[in-house]
């Protein structure tokens, strides 16, 4: 019988995504879904102690920045109970099992100011309700994995990809691009922060290492953290101009300040060389086939 493998948050953006790469992947994989709620332990624990899952991927957040500021309590009680809830379930009742949490490297907030690529070792400093639900619930892992959960972190930077919310940096360019060339919008994309940096790794790389922290070519220890990101860092206006030649279209950038980043962070790098070592994962979808692929889903999407 295949890994079984417990699966939260997998009707996202990245979810979707995901399982898709586990069929190439892990084609004997026993895929678990449940659309329990994983603030309510009972449910969890019952759900655990029946299906026996031989490890969890857990996406399951409130992951909008905008939304988080907006309803704070989801983000604490999501992001922060429901992941305790879901992993000392894990500790207790299948404490052989591994534990993936999917982090995010909005957690380092304000250690980015360094203007240096962030390895995991940066001091972390949250600057909104998302990245610090997030941040509490990473140091919880790393607690939990000290007493006997399998617990792995993996702290996501930027991620695109098709199906993916426009609140997203390279979709909200892209959208623009794709009207612009279908006629819809005049030859202007309006920005926030045009020298805003992310660093962004095609989700489908992205999946790989969440995938390869499953079945890494060795036992990670408990609590490894590990940073899943492109190590190259690329501003709003690159992408755009790069959005533009893939469409062999001409327009001009409008700066509106009402449109800046929610997460109020002007630059974001990181060091992906720990990644690399342990699970012998490197990004490989090369940009200019990310921008290509982005931009035909939202070609799709205008005239659909």
């Not at 930077?157 to 426009?166: E, L, P, R």
Request: proline share 5%.
């Amino acid at each position: 019988m295949g890994l079984r493998i417990l699966l939260t948050g997998g009707q996202g953006f990245v979810g979707q995504h995901l399982k898709a790469r586990l069929q190439d992947r892990l084609p004997g994989h026993v895929l678990l879904e449940d659309p329990m709620d994983i603030r309510d332990r009972a449910a969890v624990e019952r759900f655990v102690r029946s299906e026996k899952p031989d490890a969890c991927l857990h996406l399951a957040a409130v992951s909008s920045v905008a939304r988080a500021e907006a309803g704070t309590d989801d983000a604490w009680t999501v992001n922060l109970d429901g992941t305790l809830v879901l992993a000392e379930t894990f500790e207790t009742y299948a404490p052989q099992a591994s534990f993936v949490f999917v982090s995010t490297a909005e957690i380092y907030g304000a250690s980015f100011s360094s203007g240096q690529p962030l390895d995991e070792t940066a001091v972390i400093a949250p600057v909104n309700a998302y990245a610090s639900s997030k941040a509490a619930a990473d140091l919880a892992i790393g607690n939990l994995s000290q007493e006997g959960l399998h617990g792995v972190r993996l702290r996501s930077f930027t991620q695109a990809g098709t199906a993916q919310d426009k609140e997203a940096i390279l979709p909200f360019l892209a959208a623009q691009v794709a009207r612009i060339e279908a006629g819809q919008q005049a030859p202007v994309i309006t920005v926030g922060q045009p020298d805003a940096g992310f660093d962004i790794t095609d989700v489908r790389d992205a999946c790989d290492a969440y995938i390869s922290a499953l079945v890494p070519p060795r036992s990670l220890p408990n609590g490894t953290v590990l940073n899943i990101c492109s190590g190259v860092t690329r501003t709003v206006r690159s992408m755009a101009e790069d959005l533009l030649d893939v469409a062999g279209v001409s327009a001009t950038l409008r700066v509106d300040p009402a449109l800046a980043s929610p997460s109020g962070l002007e630059s974001m790098q990181g060091n992906p060389a720990a990644a690399h070592e342990a699970l012998g994962w490197s990004t490989r979808i090369p940009w200019s086939e990310t921008l290509v692929t982005v931009l035909n889903d939202w070609r799709y999407r205008i005239t659909a």
